[in-house]
């Protein structure tokens, strides 16, 4: 099995419906998009929404659609 791909690091939280600030890891930050999966502490999640602010893309990850979940990944 091949080893997991780190395509960015949670920086900390935007807003209150739960968006975190990515800092980027990757040149194909295509792989952040709306629909795409990613492994968020061992479980996988979708990302429902991704938006840019700052250089950094804001993504809304399933499981953690408001503000108290998303400060558990910080």
């Known amino acids: 099995m091949s ?5 960015g690091q949670i920086v900390g939280t ?5 968006h975190v600030k990515v ?3 990757t ?3 295509e792989r ?3 629909g795409h999966r990613l492994r968020v502490k061992n479980d996988w999640v ?6 840019w602010h700052k250089g ?3 993504l809304l990850l399933s ?3 408001n503000i108290d979940k998303a400060e558990t990944l910080k």
């Open 32 to 34: 952040m998009e709306v």
């Open 3 to 7: 080893e997991p791909i780190r395509v």
């Open 23 to 25: 800092e980027p890891l």
């Open 46 to 51: 979708e990302v429902l929404d991704c938006k």
């Open 14 to 18: 935007h807003g209150l419906k739960g």
């Open 56 to 58: 950094r893309p804001l």
């Open 27 to 29: 040149d194909f930050v």
């Open 63 to 65: 499981g953690y659609q």
